[in-house]
């Protein structure tokens, strides 16, 4: 028997793993489950080299619960570690063994290996008094080890009984941690970090997770139904989504995923961090706002990157360059793939633009770049007709009557077409082009596009007379006389608390009704900002 004391950088690093190492306890299945992945990993890779001898037999993972005992139990069938490697990898903290493999057969899948930090099997001891480690080497003439350690520096390494290739890692729980004994416990923190480890896991004989879920696939192999069914086993209470786009770049950065659009109903119940970020498969975290560009935060899926930097816990996510530019080639998918259907498919893209403007709308507000292309495929609704515009198409379609004095472009829309239906049908009659703007974005959706869009002004269809709605210095002459027309401001004037009302006379036309009240379109902006 070997007795030793661990070698770690830092004095006394224990209280500090096991108190403060990761935000979340549950994580320590996470990692222990991952390390478990990287030994099945290890050893395919080692075989199909021919560095390793044998059968790999049935590579898999079994989490296993003695409640009498109070234990919990991590077993692996992959390579195993000789005494040696037992000295080396878990008695010197922050020496991953991953990343030595990876330094050794760099490019042989390296992708497929996890763990970079060596921290991982130390997060046991935030929930154990007592952890031992059995472990048997896929080399030919290895012994079993058995290692054990209380969670002090101290450890003891000793030869044991072991049949089968791999390691079980033994945790006796501590007592604040016997929530763990729960299956329904463990059944959570395994639904949530491990569910699409690419091994496959077993907890009461039965496998519980998905080791090939479908961004892990080519776009080629996959049908309509295979996104739709992937979308149910993530969120299986949702209604069906719009529509996908799948995400697999190898180059100049490491990037899958499936990311979907949700519909979204008129009473936006919006839901954000329903995007999970894997690395390598494995549950990092659904806060990705660093990740994904702001107007996408809606949307549904999941994105995997290995390049994505992480900290020791892979809770946070931490400046870099490769964070940028995934953000910015998502946002030209999005871009990219909204566009392709607006082209192919016009008619099914305006059917699900009831869900699809308040990305779009976002979009062109906060990102400048998704701006430039989505003037091509962002559009406005006919008020009274089944019918749609883009910019350029209102434009051909309004020009000629609804530009104003200073030459820039009247855009009239309507936020109520119901209440709002007798002015609706004055501008009408005038041969406007009313729109509708009726969603809780589009007020500052239009504010924005006023100063982004040349020569653009928007124009609520109730906010004046409809002779003056488009101010174009013209106006019929009135035929009142000065006394006239200050005895009907007096007629009209009203005296109403926390309303102030200003009475004009005007010349009208012969059609238009002898009396309108209107609220000017900046004061009623102001009131809705």
């Not at 003891?156 to 929530?179: C, F, M, P, Q, Y």
């Not at 006389?481 to 009302?501: C, T």
């Amino acid at each position: 028997m070997q007795k030793g004391s661990i070698r770690v950088q830092t004095e006394n690093i224990f209280p500090i793993i096991k108190k403060f190492l990761y935000s979340e306890h549950d994580i320590f299945l996470r990692e222990l489950v991952s390390n478990a992945v990287d030994a099945n990993q290890k050893l395919k890779t080692l075989s199909s080299l021919g560095e390793a001898k044998g059968e790999l037999g049935d590579l898999k993972i079994e989490i296993k619960i003695d409640a009498e005992k109070k234990t919990l139990t991590i077993s692996d069938t992959g390579l195993g570690m000789t005494a040696e490697e037992v000295d080396k990898y878990l008695n010197q903290v922050a020496f991953s063994g991953a990343e030595e493999f990876l330094e050794k057969y760099k490019g042989q899948n390296e992708a497929n290996i996890i763990g970079h930090f060596g921290l991982g099997f130390y997060s046991s001891f935030m929930v154990s008094d007592r952890v031992e480690v059995f472990s048997r080497s896929y080399k030919e003439g290895s012994k079993a080890v058995r290692w054990e350690c209380d969670g002090s520096p101290e450890f003891t390494l000793e030869e044991t009984e072991k049949e089968t290739r791999g390691t079980d890692i033994v945790l006796h729980l501590n007592a604040e941690s016997e929530e763990f004994l729960e299956e329904h416990r463990i059944e959570s923190v395994l639904e949530k970090f491990c569910r699409f480890l690419p091994v496959p896991i077993f907890f009461k004989d039965k496998q519980v997770n998905n080791p090939t879920p479908a961004w892990t696939k080519k776009p080629s192999e996959l049908t309509a139904e295979d996104y739709q069914h992937f979308y149910k086993e993530l969120y299986p209470f949702s209604e069906a989504p719009l529509f996908w786009i799948h995400l697999n770049v190898d180059y100049p950065f490491n990037l899958t995923g499936i990311l979907y659009f949700p519909k979204i109903k008129q009473s936006y119940e919006i839901q954000k961090d329903k995007i999970q970020l894997y690395s390598n498969q494995v549950f990092v975290t659904d806060e990705v706002k660093d990740i994904v560009p702001e107007f996408l935060m809606l949307m549904h899926g999941v994105i995997d990157s290995p390049d994505i930097p992480l900290n020791v816990s892979r809770s946070y996510l931490q400046g870099d360059p490769n964070v940028k530019k995934i953000n910015s080639h998502i946002t030209k998918k999005v871009a990219d793939k909204l566009e392709e259907i607006f082209k192919t498919d016009r008619k099914q893209f305006e059917e699900k633009w009831e869900s699809l403007g308040l990305f779009v709308k976002y979009g062109m507000m906060t990102d400048d770049k998704f701006l430039d292309k989505a003037n091509k495929f962002h559009v406005i609704h006919d008020a009274k007709e089944d019918k749609f515009y883009t910019l350029e198409e209102y434009r051909q379609a309004a020009e000629m009557l609804q530009k104003n004095k200073d030459g820039k472009l009247v855009i009239l829309y309507t936020t109520d077409p119901v209440q709002q239906d007798a002015y609706i049908q004055q501008a009408i009659a005038k041969g406007y082009v009313v729109v509708k703007l009726e969603t809780i974005i589009d007020n500052g959706f239009i504010n924005q596009m006023e100063m982004k869009w040349e020569n653009v002004q928007f124009t609520r269809v109730d906010s004046d007379i409809i002779d003056n709605i488009i101010d174009k210095q013209e106006g019929g002459d009135s035929v009142l006389s000065k006394d006239d027309e200050a005895k009907l401001k007096d007629l009209f004037s009203l005296q109403v608390p926390d309303l102030n009302v200003s009475v004009e006379v005007k010349g009208l036309s012969a059609e238009a009704p002898p009396v309108i009240a209107t609220r000017p379109e900046f004061m009623r902006r102001m009131k809705d900002m």
